[in-house]
């Protein structure tokens, strides 16, 4: 299994401000994820992030307002970009080890 | 394209009663299924997968899992229920459609055990 961290644990941002999520991987991993998890539902996919190449966008969600860095194998970065109240959100990560994912705790942002 | 159903959005039962949590999926090959925990402000806790070996799969905290191909089903139960086991449940399979991974999620169960 995999131990994943992620800071800030919770934020409250001003709108149109941005906010860098990070996360910490404590071993080694290829694919890493990112997800939106609205208040009372399911995860939403927002990006793969894989090391060593561009992270991969799903429908929706697009780069400008989600830049995502991915520096090495055990670390990834989810900036959302210019903070509007839709934001608001749980936003969690996860890597993937032997075609399993393993999830964070979590960071709840609120943007007023 | 792979897809889960979760046909209870919520589901309630008495302490030591069993717990039944209901998933099915659509597939094209043979899938890897999850069923992971969301505990409060908590991330997801992964309880068990199946991944074509053994059909009952057994998890953490007393949970399995059957997986069920002629009825394509994979519902998870538990014999008898404790007031911890209050959480979200995600049933999950995982897509590896035109060369590329990732997970479809269920919308989720919410387990409420009632004292």
């Known amino acids: 299994s995999a131990v994943i961290s992620q800071k800030p644990s919770r934020d409250i941002c001003q709108r149109g401000t941005s906010l860098t999520i990070q996360c910490q991987v404590d071993?080694?991993?290829?694919?890493m994820f990112w997800y939106r998890q609205q208040p009372g539902q399911s995860l939403t996919l927002i990006a793969t992030?894989?090391?060593?190449?561009?992270?991969?966008?799903e429908s929706g969600f697009v780069i400008d307002k989600f830049p995502i860095s991915r520096p090495n194998l055990t670390f990834s970065t989810l900036t959302v970009s210019n903070m509007s109240p839709e934001d608001s959100s749980i936003y969690l990560c996860?890597?993937?080890?032997?075609?399993?994912?393993?999830f964070g705790p979590g960071t709840r942002l609120t943007v007023l | 394209a792979q897809s889960v159903t979760q046909l209870d959005s919520h589901v309630s039962v008495s302490e030591g009663t069993p717990v039944l949590l209901r998933c099915n999926y659509s597939?094209?090959?043979?899938?890897?299924l999850f069923w992971y925990v969301q505990h409060p402000n908590k991330g997801l806790q992964l309880l068990l997968k199946?991944?074509?070996?053994?059909?009952l799969v057994k998890g953490i905290n007393g949970f399995e899992a059957e997986f069920k191909k002629s009825e394509t089903s994979f519902h998870l139960t538990k014999p008898s229920a404790h007031m911890s086991d209050a959480a979200e449940y995600f049933c999950?399979?995982?897509?590896?459609?035109?060369?590329?991974?990732?997970?479809?999620f269920g919308t989720g169960t919410r387990l409420k055990v009632l004292a």
């Open positions: 996860s890597a993937d080890l032997t075609d399993t994912q393993y």
């Open positions: 071993s080694q991993v290829t694919m």
């Open positions: 992030a894989n090391q060593g190449s561009e992270a991969t966008y």
């Open positions: 597939s094209s090959y043979s899938p890897s």
């Open positions: 199946y991944t074509s070996a053994a059909t």
């Open positions: 999950v399979v995982s897509d590896w459609a035109s060369g590329t991974y990732k997970y479809i």
